[in-house]
């Protein structure tokens, strides 16, 4: 593994089923994020964790849960699919949360909700 | 409320000068960054800017006045591969980054 991995590439989902999408990272970042790319809108942060076993909610977190139990993996979970949550899904992560510590992304996962 | 505003789309000839502006209106600042997105691909790093001025790296540059709002990317010798969406993003007061929509930068030969 070299830097952020995501998993799966792409979903088709069925509404109502849930769905955990899975997020990992070899550079032991203490923070990391799960935004949602929308066309025409900025990324837009759902959940996001400072340190292992904390986590808070970003600007759009409903529908959503994460949870944080080591430093590496970070998942994502959709409870019950709905079609508004289909979009693009980045994980991120990042050494600190402050001064020139830039954010790394994950290669995405493009999630579609029938 | 927060807010990124940056052009939707532009286009520039190959081997010219482009500057893409961006204009914020957040709930503090500690630092504005500049991203580069390929279609379909992930948001990959470009720079930081956290005081006021010019930071230069290679053929891209940015710019911050914090008075202002403001902040420009730089991108001289423009070359294809340079095709490409623009994010800028400011870290607000709680440490988190705050998006603009992106710029499609379309370069012409």
């Known amino acids: 593994i070299a830097g952020i991995t995501q998993a799966p590439t792409s979903q088709i989902l069925a509404a109502g089923r849930r769905m955990t999408l899975r997020c990992t990272q070899d550079?032991?970042?203490?923070?990391m994020y799960w935004y949602r790319q929308d066309l025409g809108l900025g990324l837009r942060l759902i959940h996001y964790s400072n340190t292992a076993g904390t986590t808070g909610k970003g600007e759009v977190p409903d529908g959503y849960s994460v949870s944080r139990a080591n430093t590496d993996d970070f998942p994502l979970t959709l409870a019950s699919a709905v079609p508004s949550q289909t979009s693009v899904y980045f994980c991120a992560s990042s050494n600190g949360t402050s001064g020139y510590n830039e954010q790394f992304f994950g290669p995405g996962t493009r999630l579609t909700v029938l | 409320g927060q807010n990124i505003d940056q052009p939707t789309e532009m286009t520039a000839t190959e081997g010219a000068i482009v500057q893409i502006n961006c204009t914020y209106q957040t709930s503090g600042f500690n630092g504005l960054f500049w991203y580069q997105q390929h279609a379909g691909e992930a948001p990959t790093f470009l720079s930081y800017n956290v005081l006021d001025g010019l930071e230069e790296k290679g053929r891209f540059s940015s710019f911050l006045s914090r008075s202002k709002g403001y902040s420009y990317l730089l991108l001289k010798e423009l070359q294809m591969k340079d095709s490409a969406s623009y994010l800028c993003a400011v870290r607000d007061s709680n440490y988190q980054l705050i998006w603009g929509a992106g710029t499609k930068l379309i370069i012409k030969p």
């Open positions: 550079m032991r970042h203490n923070a």
